[in-house]
């Protein structure tokens, strides 16, 4: 109550100051604002600013609501203040300039809607069939046996595609859908033909404070459309009220222990690395969620026994090495500094004492880049591309591709190639441009590549000609 009776006095204290005249969507806007808005606001909400408006708002999309949020931000949802970085008059122009593409509807955006015919790339002509669409944000993807695709939407929603059809799946858990939170990634068993395994990631409610959340994995198995003998392996620790890092992406690797990435929830300065709590981190567990003893922090009592490697931000990508059976990841960084890193045994990744990022605010939180007893990364990008979903070219079929890293960019709506010789990226390229923001990447069993989107979502098989 004290919250809503704050917010309107402040939204009426904002309008009786006076503002700046609306502009629409058609009228000429300077280039500082199209500048600021890319710099400041394109990382995390994307590029293309209607997309971004027709998504579901979490602090109101009034004009007022709009230039508080901008302003004063919200820490537990992610989103900075901007109150020392622009005068208020430079954020009603970004509040104008976001909120005048609401004029447009979503079938007139002007991105470019994937056609079933050739597309040629550097080193390999193919075209894009359209498997799925009238999604919203899915997640993971996952392949069973019979060629049947699960697809998770962060929503809290399991479907199942089957010869064409979507059903829902029921059992599915209770998800904390806000903001980053929700179901996330989907993992089979690597025996799942005889044990029956599904392993699923999501955003998990505390039992005793519904305001609280943290990354959690069940197994469970599917009988018809409905999950059954459910089993939780692995909660972490602590619960926070943040909305965002949770990382949740999932991998088997070899010898059939489980990964899975958890974020540092937005806690920066506390938790990432420290060992005494889950996240920034990856960890490693067996298949039931025991934890394996010759885990490098297992004998650590100060330590969490399952973590692999510590100093992560917000890990949204995972995939095991075809060849070498190495595990490589991406994670975001904040304005700048996402990065591709091959994942050992016990390292320390850096964050946030080492970053090629910046805050989005444009202020700095750390000098250095470099520093001893911390891993550099294989690859980093500035700007972010903000990176999302992540596999490696497995099958032939592909040709020059085979190996290389694809991973999709949610800030620039593209599929990333990564060209890799041994354990080097030796250069990049930009497929299927304007596609949307790509979700999650998954080299299926049959051998194809499939690709993700959201806003509006959709699912999409990439086919070598």
């Not at 203040?81 to 509040?95: A, H, N, S």
């Not at 593409?101 to 991105?111: E, L, N, P």
């Not at 009238?134 to 809290?156: A, Q």
């Amino acid at each position: 109550m004290k919250t809503s009776v704050f917010l309107s006095i402040l939204i009426s204290f904002l309008f009786l100051q006076g503002c700046p005249p609306t502009r629409t969507v058609n009228e000429k806007w300077t280039s500082s604002v199209t500048e600021n808005y890319e710099a400041y606001c394109a990382g995390c909400h994307g590029k293309n600013r209607e997309q971004f408006v027709n998504r579901t708002w979490l602090w109101g999309e009034s004009r007022e609501e709009v230039f508080a949020s901008i302003k004063y931000g919200d820490d537990d949802d992610g989103m900075p203040g901007y109150d020392t970085t622009f005068t208020d008059v430079e954020i009603y122009e970004l509040v104008d300039f976001v909120l005048s593409a609401q004029t447009i509807k979503m079938s007139d955006i002007g991105r470019k809607k994937p056609q079933n015919k050739g597309i040629t790339s550097d080193d390999l002509d193919f075209r894009l069939d359209t498997l799925v669409t009238g999604l919203v944000n899915p997640w993971g993807l996952e392949f069973l046996p019979n060629g049947d695709m699960l697809i998770s939407e962060l929503s809290g929603i399991l479907y199942r595609l089957s010869e064409g059809k979507l059903s829902k799946i029921k059992g599915v858990p209770a998800v904390r859908y806000r903001n980053q939170g929700g179901l996330s990634d989907l993992k089979l068993h690597p025996n799942y033909a005889e044990n029956g395994w599904l392993y699923i990631s999501f955003s998990k409610p505390n039992p005793a404070d519904a305001g609280e959340a943290t990354t959690a994995v069940i197994r469970a198995k599917l009988s018809e459309n409905q999950l059954t003998d459910i089993e939780e392996i692995f909660v972490a620790k602590p619960y926070v009220t943040t909305t965002r890092h949770y990382g949740t992406r999932m991998e088997f690797d070899r010898e059939g222990y489980l990964y899975i990435t958890v974020g540092d929830r937005g806690m920066r300065d506390e938790l990432p690395q420290s060992l005494d709590n889950h996240c920034g981190k990856i960890h490693r567990i067996y298949d039931d969620g025991r934890i394996p003893k010759d885990n490098p922090f297992a004998n650590n009592p100060e330590a969490m026994p399952s973590i692999w490697s510590y100093g992560h931000r917000n890990p949204q990508g995972m995939a095991l090495h075809p060849s070498t059976g190495d595990l490589w990841t991406h994670e975001h960084g904040p304005r700048g500094g996402d990065e591709i890193n091959r994942i050992e045994k016990g390292l320390n990744y850096g964050w946030p004492i080492i970053s090629y990022g910046i805050n989005y605010s444009g202020t700095r939180f750390t000098d250095i880049t470099e520093k001893e007893g911390m891993e550099q990364p294989v690859l980093y990008w500035v700007p972010s591309i903000a990176p999302c979903g992540m596999d490696f070219v497995r099958d032939e079929k592909y040709g020059a591709w085979q190996g290389d890293i694809l991973s999709g960019s949610l800030r620039f709506e593209y599929l990333n190639r990564c060209v890799m010789e041994g354990n080097r990226v030796v250069r990049e390229e930009k497929l299927l441009e304007g596609i949307g923001r790509v979700r999650v990447i998954k080299s299926a069993p049959d051998g194809f590549i499939y690709v993700g989107v959201e806003t509006p979502g959709a699912v999409y098989r990439i086919v070598p000609k």
